[in-house]
């Protein structure tokens, strides 16, 4: 098992940046790639990006591609997520997720938090 804790929303302006944070526990949380997803009420869950368990690889949907940087402290069990320049259009619960090296689907999720962009 591994568990998630988001942390790190609130509520900016547009143009302004946000650091959210994911800090894991449980089995060797340092073995599994982490995934950003966010959800926008009334749409679906999106992939944001994803970071391989070294990382030394990154993946970003195009929305968020040059704005927002993953990246992952093993020695801390976290992983964050740089978002800069924000858009209202990001408005959105952010969710963290883990996946085992050797699967497909992210078997762990944290509870989510809360990132509100104004206009």
């Known amino acids: 098992q591994v568990q998630l804790v988001e942390s790190g929303g609130g509520l900016v302006q547009a143009g302004g940046s946000l650091r959210l944070s994911c800090a894991a526990s449980?089995?060797?949380?340092?073995?599994?790639?982490m995934g950003w997803f966010r959800q926008a009420p009334g749409k679906e869950r999106e992939f944001v990006a994803r970071?391989?368990?070294?990382?030394?690889?990154?993946f970003y949907a195009d929305s968020v591609k040059g704005r927002f940087t993953i990246s992952r402290d093993n020695a801390k069990n976290t992983v964050y997520l740089q978002m800069n320049s924000l858009k209202p259009e990001d408005t959105a619960a952010y969710y963290c997720a883990a996946r085992a090296i050797y699967a497909v689907k992210y078997a762990y999720w944290g509870q989510g938090t809360q990132v509100t962009v104004s206009s």
């Open positions: 449980g089995r060797a949380s340092s073995n599994y790639a």
């Open positions: 970071i391989t368990s070294g990382g030394d690889s990154t």
